[in-house]
């Protein structure tokens, strides 16, 4: 072998073994990412959005991020509320925004992200695209979008959705401008298939644009659960995952690639993504599974204003040990139809060019040196940190930029609903808010409606609490358990705040009205308050006052500076203690829990009770460590 070849081998032999390591360190890698729920699809300007979103990953440790970022966008890709969320024991947030009532009609989006999640350029971050539109002018500016879906079936039929306001022509040409087949009046706003099947590249006209469709470069058999290509023997792997997991890697040799069927038993959708040696994404694509669940939800079908209907999930397998549940308005088919289009990588905006990110392709282009670390620890270190999202998740906040029409049928609907509420003056709920840690214990004021105030109360209820004379006699100082060793002793002075916010002084909260209060935490174990991360200010315990409605932050106009948290929020939910006024609210969000939470495979949530007739969808998602399900039933509800 002369001294060439022998270089040449040794570097063959290097590309082998580099490759390899790639390979080893992308399964190896600690991957997360949120999946995000919103409780409608459409809203008007005005409206309120209530979301919430779960982190998953791919391993147990506790190297994970604990602080969300929200941003949510317009339709022109403008952000129009922006806020940071401390991560609840379940590792969730959720919460409430107002979209402007100046906004105009569009394809409006939310995003969730982590800092880590900046680490790679055009990681695939959570996003939920939904409708707005604003009755002044519920038609969006701009051209008609025409959207195609991706088939990588052998010969497959065409399949395509516009959202032009009239029915258009559609032609369908080979490559070589031969007509195929020509479709008059094709109906806007739903799914339609040619009736021509092919396997080879063509064009679609419409509205006098032409665009062009590429042939498949692989092909995936279900039945086989394989991909198959005629492009060759190449260097190239076949990598199929989510977006927080990776769950098989294979090196292609030969047309057709076999995949380990029993690995996606349990899902209901896994994403496959072919790269090239260097790592480049050549092809993508996402397999829809058959629906399935591992148990079952069980509520009534019908039901009435002001009666309970109680919920009922059981037979769920172990790795799910918690989850939400949202009873909401059913939309319109026509909405919820497109706003699945505009969420699912397998439907591509031809009009728009739109480039999906990719959760392979992005772990190949690290744009921080040295990586930034997870937030697990977000308030003991926490440093004011923003990024670009247009630059650095370009994919994810591109503007939609195409217009659409809401049929008259569900603009009407939605603007009714307005009406109703603006002459009755029906205001929106107020939120509780939730705690992002877990306390040691929390005593709720409901169950103790005898006491006459907050401090005969403490005195007679909380016995990890002591109250103490000051040295001047003129008042009370609190001290909380120190367990730190066997005999427990009273003389740690712990951190005092009412809905995260620093009363002046201890006589303030004093005068605080026991009706208003909802629930009080107590943290006094020292690996209870670690745990927080909130650093040496609440080294020696933490008690926290909830006040309903949120009522002290309302009723005083606190100023920022009093915010113990900075600038990040906590979860908050829908307060629902006025239910039962017999008021009809036409709130389109009529229950939400998001402290569900499993033993043995079941859960009972609280009743539902709603205030407002109509048809209902009552979804519960179940969550684990990796995985989720989902599970929805319809109700329908008297007056």
């Given at each position: ?9 040794c570097f063959c032999?290097?590309?082998?073994f580099?490759s390899f390591?790639?390979?080893s360190?992308?399964?190896n890698?600690?991957?997360?990412n949120?999946l995000?729920i ?5 809203y ?9 979103a ?11 991020s604990?602080?969300a970022?929200?941003?949510v ?9 922006q806020e940071k969320?401390?991560l609840?024991?379940?590792?969730m947030?959720y919460?409430?925004l107002?979209?402007?009532e100046?906004?105009?009609?569009g394809?409006f ?7 880590w999640?900046s680490n790679f ?6 996003k939920?695209e939904?409708?707005?539109?604003n009755p002044?002018?519920?038609k969006?500016e701009?051209?008609p ?20 306001d009239r029915?258009e022509v559609v ?8 007509t195929l087949?020509?479709m008059e009046?094709?109906?806007p706003m ?6 021509v ?10 509205r006098?644009?032409e665009?062009s ?7 995936w058999?279900?039945?086989e659960f394989?991909?198959?290509s ?5 260097d190239?792997?076949?990598v199929t995952?989510?977006d927080w ?23 209901n959708?896994?994403?496959?993504s072919?790269?090239?040696g260097?790592?480049?994404?050549i ?8 629906a399935?669940?591992s ?6 079908s019908?039901?009435?204003?002001g ?12 790795q ?10 059913e939309?319109d088919?026509q909405i919820t ?6 969420n ?15 959760l392979?392709?992005?772990?190949g282009?690290e ?6 670390l997870?937030d697990?620890?977000?308030m003991f270190?926490?440093?004011v ?7 650095r998740?370009?994919?994810?906040v591109?503007p939609?930029?195409f ?7 569900v603009?009407?609907?939605?603007i009714?609903r307005?009406?109703?509420?603006d002459h009755?003056?029906i205001s ?8 992002p840690?877990?306390?040691d214990?929390v005593y ?22 002591r109250l ?5 006699g003129?008042g009370?100082v609190?001290f ?5 060793n066997?005999?427990v002793?009273?003389?740690k002075?712990?951190?005092i705040?009412?809905?995260?916010y ?22 006094y174990?020292?690996s ?5 991360n909130?650093?040496?200010s609440?080294?020696d ?6 006040t309903?409605?949120?009522e002290?932050?309302?009723?005083n106009?606190?100023?920022k500076?009093r ?9 908050r939910r829908?307060?629902y203690?006025?239910t039962?006024?017999k ?7 009529q229950?939400?829990?998001s402290?569900?939470t499993?033993n043995?495979g079941?859960s ?12 209902w969808?009552?979804e ?7 995985e989720?399900e989902?599970?929805?039933k319809?109700v329908?509800?008297?007056?």
């Amino acid at each position: 072998m002369n001294f060439k070849a022998l270089i040449l081998a040794c570097f063959c032999l290097f590309l082998h073994f580099h490759s390899f390591g790639q390979e080893s360190a992308l399964k190896n890698a600690e991957l997360e990412n949120f999946l995000l729920i919103t409780d409608q699809d459409a809203y008007l300007s005005g409206d309120r959005v209530w979301f919430a979103a779960k982190l998953l990953k791919n391993h147990e440790t506790y190297r994970y991020s604990k602080l969300a970022y929200i941003a949510v966008l317009d339709g022109s890709g403008k952000p129009i509320h922006q806020e940071k969320m401390l991560l609840t024991g379940q590792d969730m947030v959720y919460g409430d925004l107002f979209i402007p009532e100046t906004s105009q009609s569009g394809v409006f989006s939310i995003v969730v992200y982590s800092k880590w999640m900046s680490n790679f350029q055009d990681f695939p971050i959570a996003k939920k695209e939904f409708l707005v539109a604003n009755p002044n002018s519920p038609k969006p500016e701009g051209e008609p979008a025409l959207f195609w879906e991706q088939i990588p079936f052998e010969n497959a039929p065409v399949s395509f959705y516009h959202t032009s306001d009239r029915p258009e022509v559609v032609e369908i040409q080979d490559k070589s401008g031969k007509t195929l087949e020509v479709m008059e009046a094709v109906a806007p706003m739903q799914k339609t298939l040619s009736k021509v099947k092919l396997s080879e590249g063509y064009r679609l006209l419409f509205r006098n644009t032409e665009y062009s469709i590429e042939p498949e470069k692989w092909y995936w058999d279900p039945a086989e659960f394989s991909l198959s290509s005629n492009l060759g023997q190449r260097d190239y792997r076949v990598v199929t995952h989510s977006d927080w997991d990776i769950l098989e890697e294979v090196r292609v040799n030969g047309p057709k690639t076999l995949l380990k069927k029993d690995l996606y038993q349990n899902l209901n959708s896994f994403q496959i993504s072919v790269v090239k040696g260097s790592g480049e994404l050549i092809w993508s694509y996402q397999v829809q599974l058959a629906a399935r669940n591992s148990g079952q939800m069980q509520i009534s079908s019908k039901g009435k204003t002001g009666e309970e209907l109680q919920l009922d999930l059981f037979g769920f397998t172990a790795q799910f040990d918690n989850g939400i549940v949202l009873a909401s308005e059913e939309e319109d088919a026509q909405i919820t139809d497109f706003v699945e289009i505009l969420n699912h990588p397998n439907w591509k905006n031809l009009s728009g060019g739109n480039k999906e990110s990719n959760l392979i392709s992005a772990l190949g282009k690290e744009v921080e040196s040295p990586l930034l670390l997870k937030d697990y620890s977000p308030m003991f270190d926490y440093k004011v940190w923003s990024t670009d999202i247009h630059s650095r998740f370009k994919s994810s906040v591109q503007p939609s930029d195409f217009t659409f029409t809401v049929s008259e049928q569900v603009l009407e609907q939605l603007i009714n609903r307005k009406v109703y509420r603006d002459h009755f003056e029906i205001s929106e709920e107020v939120v509780e808010l939730q705690s992002p840690f877990t306390a040691d214990r929390v005593y709720y004021l409901q169950d103790y409606g005898e006491f006459p105030d907050l401090e005969s109360l403490i005195k007679e209820i909380v016995p990890q609490v002591r109250l103490k004379k000051t040295s001047n006699g003129t008042g009370k100082v609190i001290f909380i358990a120190n367990t730190d060793n066997e005999n427990v002793k009273f003389n740690k002075k712990p951190l005092i705040l009412v809905d995260f916010y620093r009363p002046l002084s201890l006589e303030e909260v004093w005068k605080l009205d026991i009706l208003s209060l909802d629930r009080i935490e107590l943290y006094y174990h020292r690996s209870t308050v670690e745990s927080t991360n909130l650093g040496e200010s609440v080294g020696d315990g933490l008690i926290v006052f909830y006040t309903k409605n949120n009522e002290y932050f309302l009723k005083n106009n606190l100023p920022k500076e009093r915010y113990f948290l900075s600038d990040v929020s906590v979860p908050r939910r829908p307060d629902y203690s006025g239910t039962n006024s017999k008021v009809i609210s036409a709130n389109p969000l009529q229950f939400l829990e998001s402290g569900l939470t499993f033993n043995r495979g079941r859960s009972k949530s609280g009743n539902l009770l709603f205030d407002t007739a109509g048809n209902w969808l009552v979804e519960a998602w179940l969550f684990g460590n990796s995985e989720f399900e989902r599970i929805q039933k319809r109700v329908e509800i008297d007056p």
